[in-house]
């Protein structure tokens, strides 16, 4: 059973600093892109950041750009996100997806339960 | 960037209606369109892949349709598990997500 568990979460103030984790299993992890996703509360979906199978492709999305690191551990099974620089309009559920691997770049098959990562002083 | 515009914002239906949501792209994003559907306080769960491929264990009830510019998510009999708030995403340059339908009870 594919199960992605997010953790690292919780308040933090601006300007400081998070890492989340995502702890992948029941699949291989190194074959599949993996994504961020973030949701701010009572707010839509939106994509943070991508990173391909070997990590040789990493993208962002403009906001966060310069301040957030996607990366992964092939063999601890796991993606992280650092987040430096945190603003208030970083408050949101933070949760990770895999890339369903039928194109590059395609659809997400699998999301964690998520992570909440609040930015307040 | 490509926009992604969805309608409704809110849909209020009974249990055995036939519901369609339509998304609309700024630009053509060829097939390359999934829905998810996410109940509150839980993560997204994918739908519809490449814009009509119904994704393994989904009900046939739901089926999505469209290319380039417009598509929809067409649930064929309204099903009590199926109030939930829908998103569709475009993943044909990165990826942007619509603002969401919420299906509510009417």
């Known amino acids: 059973e594919v199960q992605l568990v997010e953790s690292g979460g919780g308040l933090v103030q601006p300007g400081g600093s998070l890492r989340l984790s995502c702890a992948a299993s029941g699949f291989r992890f190194s074959s599949y892109e993996m994504n961020w996703v973030r949701q701010a509360p009572g707010k839509g979906l939106e994509w943070v950041s991508d990173?391909?199978?070997?990590?040789?492709?990493?993208y962002y999305v403009d906001s966060v750009k310069g301040r957030f690191t996607i990366s992964r551990d092939n063999a601890k099974n796991s993606l992280y996100l650092q987040m430096n620089s945190l603003r208030a309009d970083d408050t949101a559920v933070y949760y990770c997806?895999?890339?369903?691997?039928?194109?590059?770049?395609?659809?997400?098959?699998?999301w964690g339960q998520g992570t909440l990562v609040t930015v307040s002083s | 960037d490509i926009q992604m515009t969805q309608s409704p914002s809110t849909l209020s239906a009974s249990v055995g209606d036939r519901v369609t949501i339509t998304c609309r792209a700024s630009?053509?994003?060829?097939?390359?369109l999934a829905w998810y559907q996410q109940k509150p306080g839980k993560a997204p769960k994918l739908l519809i892949y490449?814009?009509?491929s119904l994704e393994g264990g989904v009900p046939s009830r739901f089926s999505g349709s469209g290319s380039e510019t417009e598509f929809t998510l067409t649930i064929s009999s309204l099903q009590p598990d199926d109030f939930a708030t829908y998103y569709c995403?475009?993943?044909?340059?990165?990826?942007?997500f619509g603002q969401g339908t919420k299906v509510e009870i009417k």
């Open positions: 997806a895999r890339g369903s691997g039928r194109t590059p770049r395609g659809d997400f098959d699998y």
């Open positions: 990173i391909s199978s070997s990590d040789s492709s990493i």
């Open positions: 630009q053509s994003i060829s097939s390359w």
């Open positions: 490449k814009a009509s």
């Open positions: 995403q475009q993943y044909n340059s990165f990826w942007t």
